[in-house]
């Protein structure tokens, strides 16, 4: 049981420490050492035992002297306070122990970064952030402080304080991170909402780090285009996103579509789309279903996607009884398709529509941070329908 085996591992590190004390005073009897705090450690050992946890933290607080011989131990019953939920707790022994003026500035470090976690455990990240900012400078503790900012600064969505820290962190550890690109495209959208179209483009400019951020990037000035009325190179970019990933066929399309309606080059689109299936039959599946969820209804190519899929499902084909259909004549046989198509989009509509390939975190929201794994880029369209989910 982890309750039972915490506090066997409590007592055995307060007995650790105790002995520690009565090998040295019986060692070096000479020198003399107060008797006084091994037998603190011995009364904390009981009450450990004897699961009196209030009166042991008291205890262990108010012990006049915290050393070198006893600093170890605090830090380990603050660790496992911390571990058992109990963070108040640990940050009462953390605080302590900072308030105690015998530490060096290695020990001091030590209280800080625990104290930052203690915070941290509680989700308490402003409080976090007061004492992981005093241990950057730390030749032991930078990185690890470091990584925690990040963290912190990623949850509170403090897009430029987190590309500062992941800057520094990245100078000491000499690795290169593609999130530094993700930082860049959320501080690009936040200007692009405020209606900032140049300061988003100066932040794509930095954004340009990692191949994750060249996707972002020019998802992000694809829109910036449309929105200025640059159709033409609105086309360009989104068709260079679907180039890179067809996962993403389901969210551009729809704007694809529109752009190239706005710049008068409807007839175009059907080549372009022509052109792509001659390249990669497999890809009419994904055009219907972004036919399918986005009732894109104004293109041939698409219809024919959408009628192929119904077609040539293996379930969905005997649940319509598609050879029956296929002898409809065009207009009647149009109708039907169009009405499993809307079917076919309430399905898709009321399951998860997005997937971490990571973890396997599911949305309805399209999300470029995994709020599971907390990676960044793994969450893609999965571009199916759950039939199965109608089916049972
Ligand atoms: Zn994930």
Partial sequence: MPTEATFLLAALL?????SGFAFKIYSDRDRDLPPRISADYIRGLNLVLNRKTDEALELFVQMAKVDEDTLETHFALGHLFRRRGEVERAI??????LARPTLNETQRHQALFSLAEDYLGAGLFDRAEQFLTQVIDSPTLAEASLEKLVYIYEREQE?????DAQRKLEMLSGAKSSQ???YYCELAEIARAGGNRQLAREHLKNAVRSQSGV??????RAALAQEEGDFVEACALYEQVIAADRHFVSEVLPSLMICYREAGRGADLESYLQRLISRDATLQRDFAYAAVISNLTDSPTLATCVERFVFEHPVLASLVNADE????PDEQRHRAIARIAQGLRQVALLSARYRC???GYSTQRFIWHCPSCKLWETIRPIQTFA????LV
């Fill in 215 to 220: 996707l972002r990037g020019a998802l992000i």
């Fill in 92 to 97: 009462r022994v953390h605080e302590n122990l």
């Fill in 14 to 18: 307060i007995i650790a420490a105790a």
């Fill in 325 to 328: 259909l296929k002898q409809l």
């Fill in 159 to 163: 897009w430029q304080k987190a590309i």
């Fill in 357 to 359: 390939s990571n973890c």
């Fill in 387 to 390: 039939l199965e989910s109608v």
């Fill in 180 to 182: 530094v690109a993700h």
